[in-house]
């Protein structure tokens, strides 16, 4: 393509509202550019990375068996409703009406949709197993759209679905996405992780994990050890246990007592008044749980961890517990509630009831106690993991320590089993004639969303620095004078030659100056450069590669044999 014909309208500067780095650098470069808040379009560059990126999803895809459809964006409110995620997904879900009032929603996700076309469809175990794919927008009314592509209310997508005839069938077709997923994110030059993950929305009956893109801008954190390979994020990371906290062992023969702590109603003031460690104390927490009131005990340096209660709950819906609902549980006001004596269903995480003797709150304004043991003074009928890790903690896996980082989410793969196919009626006829539900797969790829993670890992204090597996264009010939007659003639040949042995090139042919053609290119971040200038009558030009600071006067027949082997090894 040459460059004067290109729409690529590159800024000097990017909006004030570019806070990441991959927002900053696609808007400056030309790649995308915001229609509203949350919602881009793609120029032709943009474009072009995104069509890269979404030919290495279906090359995977196609190689584990996976066949491409296409379902509509709209979709009918009525299989959102049987499937109960209608009112439980929540304001995210962009709904709507058509001119006879029948509703509609605007596609987050397609679980409903393609569990009903595979309903219609089939019917025996001799069609199974299946796994469907498309790549397509979706929308998702985002609360605070932020980070450009990153959290975005419209964006490109890979969803694929599986249909199985057996658990022992999505394990296998299961294992075979996770491995494509990590193909895909390799070939797209990532550093990331796959982490054990929660199911969300989606919900599942199995094991689920996401794929963490490491970056600083990402807003999930990815616990990781040192040790073995352990990962997960925040929400479903888990410690093994500590040593022992709390009191001395010798103050577990000691009743326990209580003593006045006027205003002291936090773990921070009271570790400040009595002088001792924030792991010391445990805290307890009140919450409502689906209309019941609850309580939880976390050591005083941990914090509770909602999901993972929640799910211990079984609950729909968890919210700390009002001044008025603590006070009434406790006899106390928010800051003094202890276990000791408590009449609602007390939950105890394990670190906590690990530990020796312990202060408290006393269940009294203004008073705790010192020298509660757990499993003495208090029972642990209900002893479980509800905590958030710490940096440091102990691996559950193994003897290491546990790392944070922080994370972009760009992959989720999930084991539905029969959540979907039982509401929805998919199921089918097995080989003795018995009829059973599906039992299926999602997998999911943020397209869009990758196009910024890559950015994101690929950059420098110049510009965008793309793998070249993405790079909108292999090579990017600049002519340093369009003016120069033995300039333009030797690019025209470089320009042929490349084109002609296949590769994607890009000629700056644009009458303007060198630093301005320079920048761009910098900006822009085409994995190879070759600059045409005052060495063109003797036929030498100057090669660069765009990550590397060397740059090198080579003949042009040099330059394109440095392409070729640069892409061989590439491909290698």
């Known amino acids: 393509m040459r460059q004067h014909n290109l729409f690529i309208p ?7 509202e570019a806070e990441a780095t991959s927002h900053h650098y696609l808007l400056r470069a030309g790649f995308i550019r915001q229609i509203a808040a949350g919602i881009y379009g793609y120029l032709p560059l943009g474009l072009r990375v995104l069509q890269k990126i979404s030919a290495v999803v279906r090359e995977e895809m196609e190689r584990i068996g996976a066949q491409e459809l296409l379902l509509p964006a709209m979709q009918p409110a009525d299989l959102w409703q049987q499937s109960g995620r209608y009112d439980v997904y929540g304001q995210e879900l962009i709904r709507l009406q058509d001119r006879n009032g029948r509703e509609f929603a605007l596609g987050p996700t397609h679980e409903e949709v393609i569990t009903t076309l595979v309903r219609n469809e089939i019917s025996s175990y001799r069609r199974l197993p299946l796994t469907l794919y498309q790549i397509q927008t979706k929308f998702r009314d985002e609360r605070r759209p932020r980070f450009g592509l990153l959290r975005g209310r419209e964006f490109l997508m890979k969803d694929a679905y599986s249909f199985d005839v057996d658990w022992q069938g999505l394990d296998r077709t299961y294992r075979s996405m996770y ?15 796959a982490v054990e993950a929660d199911a969300g929305s989606i919900g599942g009956e199995g094991e689920t994990h996401e794929f963490m893109v490491l970056a600083d801008i990402g807003e999930d954190t ?26 001395a062992a010798a103050e577990r023969s000691a009743a326990y007592e209580k003593f006045h702590t006027p205003n002291v109603s936090t773990i921070e003031q009271l570790a400040a008044f009595t002088g001792l460690p924030e792991r010391h104390f445990a805290k307890t927490l009140i919450f409502a749980a689906d209309g019941r009131t609850i309580a939880v005990l976390v050591r005083g340096d941990h914090e509770v961890n909602e999901l993972k209660l929640q799910q211990a709950l079984g609950a729909e819906k968890l919210e700390l517990a009002d001044a008025a609902a603590t006070q009434a549980a406790t006899g106390a006001p928010v800051g003094f509630a202890g276990p000791v004596g408590l009449a609602v269903p007390l939950y105890v ?19 705790h106690l010192r020298h509660v043991v757990p499993g003495r003074d208090f029972e642990l009928e209900r002893v479980g993991d509800y905590r958030n890790v710490l940096e440091g903690d102990n691996c559950p896996r193994c003897s290491g320590k546990l790392l944070f980082y922080r994370g972009i989410e760009v992959g989720h793969v999930f084991k539905l089993g029969t959540k979907y196919s039982e509401k929805l009626g998919a199921c089918f006829i097995d080989e003795t004639g018995k009829e059973r539900p599906m039992i299926m797969g999602c997998y999911g790829i943020g397209i869009s969303r990758l196009l910024s993670a890559v950015v994101e890992q690929h950059h420098d204090g110049q510009g965008i620095v793309w793998p070249a597996s993405l790079a909108p264009f292999q090579v990017h010939l600049i002519v340093v004078s369009v003016k120069d007659e033995r300039q333009m003639q030797l690019s025209e040949r470089l320009y042929r030659q490349l084109r002609e042995a296949g590769a994607q090139v890009m000629l700056d042919d644009r009458d303007e100056r060198p630093g301005v053609k320079f920048k761009d290119a910098d900006l822009i971040g085409i994995p190879v450069r070759i600059t045409i200038g005052k060495l063109a009558g003797e036929g030498m030009v100057e090669y660069k590669v765009r990550d590397s600071l060397e740059q090198l006067t080579l003949s042009a027949e040099e ?11 590439e491909d290698s």
């Open 10 to 16: 590159t800024l000097r500067e990017a909006p004030a």
């Open 179 to 193: 491995d494509a997923y990590n193909r895909i994110f390799e070939r797209c030059g990532l550093r990331f992780r």
């Open 222 to 247: 990815v616990v990781t050890c040192a040790g073995c390979q352990y990962a997960a994020n925040l929400e479903k990371a888990e410690a093994g246990l500590s040593e022992s906290s709390g009191e």
């Open 349 to 367: 995480d394990r670190e906590a009831a690990a530990m020796e003797a312990v202060i408290t709150g006393a269940n009294e304004q203004d008073y």
């Open 559 to 569: 330059a394109v044999a440095r392409v070729y082997e640069f892409y061989k090894g």
